[in-house]
């Protein structure tokens, strides 16, 4: 199941819970004639109806659908006034609801801050109505489980973040994959074309991988390709991408860097890589291929093909060098 679904399912869940329990409060506060409650208890259940439309409106874009922080906001509200308004402690149980909304629905700093003003007022009410013991073992029961709602929400955005970086990074050598390059470079075009800020690329090539593999084993090699990768992440600039294309192949994406800039880091990396005392290799060479996006780049393709090339060109010349090869600004 898909994040998106995973949320929408959870939100319907949560909001169609709430909308029953508002119902069976506003029935119960019928019959003993407690109108304000009432009424209080219909306004929350509309919210919590509302939040079951809006989640099906947005169920393609759960992750960004703000709505729910000014919905739960105002049904927070409400709920507050309720305490206020209700002559009985018991009241104070309507927040269980509100609590455990706040923690599923909302990411989870606003859902802390929300839920602990929430908890703050319930408070201050229960030591204006009722003996310190009860409030006590009423404000336990609230806190207990706003506990259990943390550590849910806070378990859950690490499991979720944990996919998202299992399936954006490459096993091997902890870089990221080809295909969050194409997503990463078309982004990046598309800010260059935006923005006219310069954006230029790297394809690198270890040099002589097949003879190393022949001599060290691929083990050794995809132990010395996971310290290149720790050099390369030590020599690129924040906003700097670096992606592992296959063994011995690595792609380096360069925001704000012009043709000057790429020239000067291809020759970093290479002059870096060479002079460097290797584990398993002693000593190798790299080949690199540089490009700069020009105006006539729409698509990843254009930029790697050409990265593709220039690097072609650079082992063509006898590996351990850097070439670059400029776009065409004018093309269609
Ligand atoms: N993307 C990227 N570009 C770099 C990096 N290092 C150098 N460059 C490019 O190479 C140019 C010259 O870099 P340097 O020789 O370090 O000179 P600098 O004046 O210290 O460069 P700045 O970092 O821009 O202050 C920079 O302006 C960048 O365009 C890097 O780590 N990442």
Redesign the pocket.
Known sequence: MTETRLRTLTHTLAYSLTLLFMIALAIQNLRYGFYDLFYLAMALGLGAAGGIAYTLVKRRRQLMAPGHTVLLSMMNLLAVLAVFASPQPDVSHWTLALILLNLLILPLRTALALTLALIACVAIWLFMTTTATQALVTLGGLLLLFGAGVFYSWHYSNMAQSAEDLAITDSQTGAHNARFLDETLQKEISRARATGNPL?VIQLHVDHLDEMTDLHGPDRVALLMREVTQTLFG???A??TLYALGTGDFFLV?????E???R??AE?VRRTLGEAEWPVAGRLTVSLGCTAWATSDTTSDHLRDRAGAALQEAQQRGTDRAWFLPGHPNAA
Request: glycine share 12%.
């Open positions: 230029s020599v690129i600039r906003g700097d360069l925001p704000f860097t012009p000057e800039g790429v000067v880091m970093r």
